[in-house]
């Protein structure tokens, strides 16, 4: 294996494009090594956690993006579904290995999940969710 890297690095031509870690699935098994265009200037990893009604799924991706789109992180629950996105990115080449944590730790804040005015249930609220909101139906 490292034979193979050093031969990599060997046909890479000094000044070249970055190389980042490529992949998007459930798991990092399918991950592959990329150039990246021009433009990109980072690696980024992302990581999404998507729970509707207690059933929750979790998607990783890796890839090549510019500066602006690192560190996309956030969190929105209404009560019966969730997605909370969390993101790293780095500038070496094939630095974007690791797993971004995703909070799912409550900070105190509880919200009303459903419409207004009618509040039947509450929802605890996790990581950076600091603000409630409310929907009203007509």
């Not at 459930?26 to 265009?37: G, R, Y």
């Not at 992180?73 to 969730?82: D, R």
Request: aromatic share 10%.
């Amino acid at each position: 294996m490292t034979l193979l890297w050093a031969l990599l690095w060997a046909l890479i031509p000094a000044g070249s494009s970055l190389l980042c870690n490529d992949c998007s699935s459930d798991s990092w098994d399918s991950c592959q090594i990329t150039s990246c265009p021009v433009y990109s200037r980072a690696c980024a990893t992302f990581h999404q956690v998507q729970n509707i009604y207690g059933n929750a799924t979790s998607l990783f991706q890796r890839f090549c993006t510019n500066s602006k789109t690192c560190y996309e992180s956030f969190s929105i629950n209404n009560g019966y579904e969730s997605f909370r996105q969390a993101s790293e990115c780095c500038s070496s080449d094939l630095c974007n290995t690791g797993t971004p944590a995703v909070n799912l730790s409550t900070n105190g804040l509880v919200c009303c999940a459903g419409s207004v005015p009618n509040c039947q249930t509450t929802v605890q609220c996790v990581g950076d969710e600091e603000y409630c909101f409310t929907t009203q139906s007509e």
